[in-house]
């Protein structure tokens, strides 16, 4: 039976993903009073195997404000990744090209298990079992409603995915865009840690592969649009991702053995044009999706979270809006500048469409782009800079300048 819920609260947070459990961790420590409101059950939510690969910046904000103790404890540092085409493999050094940023490979499922724990700890349990259905009086003191469930708060975060409540309050402002293909992604047992993140460009399509824990690895295969993982065998994934990584590389990669679970990622990029809505914020995939090409969503989620967290504390404690006045502003221009480097990552990564019978002259091209990458010099240094989430941009032009100016 549901029990009713009435309460009120400073900030009501819809959705207790990485988004929603940084803000209410953070602002709970703080002194803020938040309600935390999950759709799913505790153990769906602990369970939920995504990402895996933590920048360098979102370590350190986790790390500053308390949270970071699993992460810095178990998180592995990773500073360099591998691009392979035509059977050539180029080591991209970023920690050393960025001036020692890293990542640390943490399982997104541990990440959230440390949140929830903390946010338990300070004193604001993450309800979870308890859907929202709508937020209403958003002119005012918005309200969030659900079954039995009414909670009346100064703010509100949606945290809630890319279906967020709070379409409804502003409709038709997502912008998106689906990709010409998908990712097939299989989590598979490895003989050995994979040591780097790799992706190949190939004829056949993009293959990549990505550490996690132990014996296990995130596989990615290019498949057509729309593609049904029961069509893949095991055997045939192998061979695929063998094929992709050709030639002699393939011999010194980790030998792939179990396919554990096979999915599709849909690929697609979404911004919404506004991500406050009054006392509404939107923050996470609620705000923006991301494919998954240079594991930037879970990042760009604590990067949100981080940024509403510190203008709704310079709000409630301190009465001083500044931080909040510009979080919409802020959100966009960090969204839209993820979004570019995601997708010209993928422009790198994959041949075009119109490739045409011989795709020769684009595979040498990518290897001349994927040659740049691992030199230094400015265009190897913005990359690494942006890889890796060191916080701070040492080319004006970002990751616009680094891959725009070899897009031929
Ligand atoms: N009421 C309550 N909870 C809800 C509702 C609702 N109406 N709708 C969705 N939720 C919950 C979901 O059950 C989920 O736990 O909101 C949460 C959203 O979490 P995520 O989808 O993990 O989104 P977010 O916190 O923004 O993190 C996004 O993490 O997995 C990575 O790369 C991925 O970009 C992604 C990032």
């Not at 598979?188 to 190949?200: G, K, S, W």
Request: charged letters at 25%; aromatic letters at 6%.
């Amino acid at each position: 039976m549901t029990v009713t819920l009435r309460a009120s609260a400073q900030v009501g947070i819809v959705g207790a993903g990485p988004a929603g459990l940084v803000a209410a961790a953070v602002l709970a420590r703080a002194g803020v009073d938040v309600c935390l409101l999950e759709r799913d059950s505790r153990q769906d939510v602990e369970a939920r195997a995504r990402a895996g690969l933590i920048e360098h910046r979102v370590a350190e904000y986790l790390q500053d404000h308390g949270l970071a103790a699993g992460l810095l404890a178990d998180g592995v540092r990773h500073g360099f990744c591998d691009m392979v085409c035509e059977g050539r493999r180029t080591r991209i050094d970023y920690a050393a090209l960025s001036g020692g940023f890293t990542h640390r490979v943490y399982p997104q499922q541990a990440l959230v298990r440390d949140l929830i724990a903390q946010a338990r700890t300070a004193g604001c349990p993450p309800r979870f079992g308890r859907p929202v259905r709508a937020v209403t009086d958003t002119a005012g003191r918005p309200r969030l409603i659900g079954d039995g469930l009414e909670v009346v708060c100064d703010y509100v975060l949606c945290c809630d995915g890319p279906h967020t409540l709070a379409e409804s309050l502003a409709p038709g402002t997502a912008r998106a865009f689906r990709y010409p293909y998908d990712w097939l992604t299989a989590l598979v047992t490895v003989d050995r840690p994979v040591e780097a993140v790799l992706y190949a460009v190939h004829a056949d399509g993009f293959a990549g592969l990505m550490p996690r824990t132990g014996d296990r690895a995130r596989l990615y295969l290019q498949v057509p649009r729309e593609d049904r993982a029961g069509r893949w065998t095991p055997d045939g994934i192998r061979a695929a991702f063998r094929t992709r990584t050709g030639g002699p590389v393939a011999d010194d990669l980790p030998a792939v053995g179990e396919i554990l679970d096979v999915g599709m990622l849909r690929m697609r990029g979404m911004v919404r044009d506004r991500a406050r809505l009054g006392r509404v914020l939107l923050a996470g995939d609620a705000a923006h999706v991301l494919t998954p090409s240079g594991a930037k969503g879970l990042n760009l989620a604590v990067a949100d979270a981080a940024d509403a967290a510190r203008g709704l504390l310079a709000r409630l404690r301190d009465r001083s809006g500044a931080d909040l006045a510009g979080y919409a502003r802020r959100r966009a221009a960090e969204a839209w500048q993820t979004q570019e480097f995601s997708d010209r990552l993928l422009t790198l990564l994959h041949l075009p469409e119109a490739a045409g019978p011989d795709p020769r002259f684009l595979l040498r091209l990518r290897r001349e782009r994927i040659r740049h990458l691992g030199r230094p010099g400015p265009r190897a240094a913005a990359f690494a800079h942006w890889y890796a989430g060191s916080g701070r941009d040492p080319d004006p032009r970002g990751p616009v300048g680094v891959l725009r100016a070899e897009d031929g």
